[in-house]
């Protein structure tokens, strides 16, 4: 007997692997023949696959803009396809693939169509210029479009629901519900003691202002001067082409200097998680529910972000952490000083941490609830 078809769809292939490795294996345990869609090549990746036994089929999408012409061959790619596989469950997740993902998707019958919104970027942030709102407006057609028949949305935090909601982006008829983030692999990253002796601070993520990198930047140059043994690591890549994004060069400085420890690009972030006292992110950015953020939480490291839609939900109180006000270095310093000058605080909120990490964003979690929702038995 032939087995059911599933289709996961993301905009950048090593992601499959990185955020929906257990969302793979979870759907071929209910009996799914699982093919994961991504636009690109990344031979790591498809060798992961591969061994997983999860077909790949390459699509032409561009990861970034809107380009009418190729983004038509794009919808017109995957409505053919769809045609062709007849998935009986389909898994979009980040804006294109949701979009175009649930336009083809439109034509099957009786599927389980899922739009898993990942985070708004700067879709959800303050339309400050022409180009921007222009942009915000052709997105927003584009939503309402694709979203027209959808059956299953889920959202990473309740504010980009009542985003949603607000710019009439849904249909009446789209079920709704809100996961724990992704979720993370418990396994994948285990729990690790703080570090508290010297006390190390780490943010690791896209370098740009909106990730709040500047605010951390200016945080370390400050304590740094009352407390020169105190680490400030930053692992990330800098966003060439993006107006908003940190210089190479900036950061070299800093780091000849001895105010951070500039790490660049790291494909396993797992040693620096580890060996850290604290995390950080101070974001403005619209996440869903930072990736970075439930890695630290599941090896029970302390938390410092921002009061910032994706991010305010991973501090329980002030039981794991400290959520300051956005662009704040100086409330950014403040929690700081708080690990500095008392380092006990490091290993207790750390715990909490490791307890928010196992009861509510195990992936596992996370992933039986979309399939309670979606009626995936």
Same mark, same amino acid.
């Given at each position: 007997? $032939? /087995?059911?078809?599933?289709?996961?769809?993301?905009?950048?292939?090593?992601?499959?692997?990185?955020?929906? /490795?257990?969302?793979?294996?979870?759907?071929?345990?209910?009996?799914?023949?699982?093919?994961?869609?991504?636009?690109?090549?990344?031979?790591?990746?498809? $060798?992961?696959?591969?061994?997983?036994?999860?077909? !790949?089929?390459?699509?032409?999408?561009?990861?970034?803009?809107?380009?009418?012409?190729?983004?038509?061959?794009?919808?017109? !790619?995957?409505?053919?396809?769809?045609?062709?596989?007849?998935?009986?469950?389909?898994?979009?997740?980040?804006?294109?693939?949701?979009?175009?993902?649930?336009?083809?998707?439109?034509?099957?019958?009786?599927?389980?169509?899922?739009?898993?919104?990942?985070?708004?970027?700067?879709?959800?942030?303050?339309?400050?210029?022409?180009?921007?709102?222009?942009?915000?407006?052709?997105?927003?057609?584009?939503?309402?479009?694709?979203?027209?028949?959808?059956?299953?949305?889920? !959202? @990473?935090?309740?504010?980009? @629901?009542?985003?949603?909601?607000?710019?009439?982006?849904?249909?009446?008829?789209? /079920?709704?519900?809100?996961?724990?983030?992704?979720?993370?692999?418990?396994?994948?990253?285990?729990?690790?003691?703080?570090?508290?002796?010297?006390?190390?601070?780490?943010?690791?993520?896209?370098?740009?202002?909106?990730?709040?990198?500047?605010?951390?930047?200016?945080?370390?140059?400050?304590?740094?001067? =009352?407390?020169?043994?105190?680490?400030? @690591?930053?692992?990330?890549?800098?966003?060439?082409?993006?107006?908003?994004?940190?210089?190479?060069?900036?950061?070299?400085?800093?780091?000849?200097?001895?105010?951070?420890?500039?790490?660049?690009?790291?494909?396993?972030?797992?040693?620096?998680?580890?060996?850290?006292?604290?995390?950080?992110?101070?974001?403005?950015? %619209?996440?869903?529910?930072? %990736?970075?953020?439930?890695?630290?939480?599941?090896?029970?490291?302390?938390?410092?972000?921002?009061?910032?839609?994706?991010?305010?939900?991973?501090?329980?109180?002030?039981?794991?952490?400290?959520?300051?006000?956005?662009?704040?270095?100086?409330?950014?310093?403040?929690?700081?000083?708080?690990?500095?000058? =008392?380092?006990?605080?490091?290993?207790?909120?750390?715990?909490?941490?490791?307890?928010?990490?196992?009861?509510?964003?195990?992936?596992?979690?996370?992933?039986?609830?979309?399939?309670?929702?979606?009626?995936?038995?």
């Amino acid at each position: 007997m $032939q /087995k059911p078809t599933a289709i996961v769809f993301g905009s950048y292939l090593p992601s499959v692997i990185n955020f929906r /490795k257990p969302l793979l294996t979870a759907l071929q345990a209910k009996g799914y023949k699982v093919i994961a869609l991504a636009p690109g090549n990344d031979e790591a990746t498809e $060798q992961t696959l591969a061994e997983l036994d999860v077909e !790949f089929i390459q699509v032409p999408l561009g990861r970034t803009g809107f380009n009418p012409l190729q983004d038509y061959k794009t919808l017109q !790619f995957l409505k053919m396809l769809f045609k062709e596989l007849q998935p009986e469950v389909v898994i979009t997740y980040t804006i294109k693939p949701n979009i175009y993902g649930s336009w083809a998707a439109k034509s099957l019958k009786n599927a389980k169509v899922l739009a898993w919104i990942t985070g708004l970027g700067y879709v959800g942030m303050e339309a400050d210029t022409f180009k921007r709102k222009l942009v915000r407006s052709v997105i927003f057609k584009l939503y309402k479009k694709a979203f027209s028949k959808l059956p299953f949305i889920a !959202f @990473q935090n309740p504010d980009d @629901q009542q985003f949603f909601k607000q710019h009439n982006l849904l249909k009446s008829q789209a /079920k709704q519900t809100i996961t724990a983030g992704s979720g993370v692999d418990l396994n994948h990253y285990p729990k690790a003691k703080p570090q508290v002796s010297p006390i190390k601070f780490l943010l690791t993520a896209r370098l740009i202002g909106a990730k709040g990198v500047n605010e951390y930047l200016a945080a370390a140059k400050i304590i740094k001067k =009352d407390y020169p043994e105190v680490i400030f @690591q930053l692992i990330g890549m800098t966003d060439e082409g993006n107006p908003d994004s940190l210089e190479e060069k900036e950061l070299n400085e800093l780091h000849e200097e001895g105010i951070i420890e500039y790490l660049g690009f790291q494909s396993d972030v797992r040693k620096y998680l580890a060996e850290c006292s604290v995390f950080v992110l101070p974001s403005y950015y %619209r996440e869903g529910t930072p %990736r970075t953020i439930l890695e630290s939480l599941a090896m029970a490291k302390p938390i410092i972000t921002t009061d910032n839609p994706g991010c305010r939900e991973t501090i329980d109180g002030d039981k794991n952490g400290y959520l300051i006000p956005v662009k704040d270095a100086a409330s950014l310093v403040k929690a700081m000083k708080f690990f500095i000058e =008392d380092p006990a605080l490091i290993e207790k909120k750390g715990e909490e941490s490791y307890r928010l990490a196992t009861e509510k964003y195990d992936v596992n979690k996370v992933n039986e609830h979309l399939f309670e929702f979606m009626g995936i038995e």
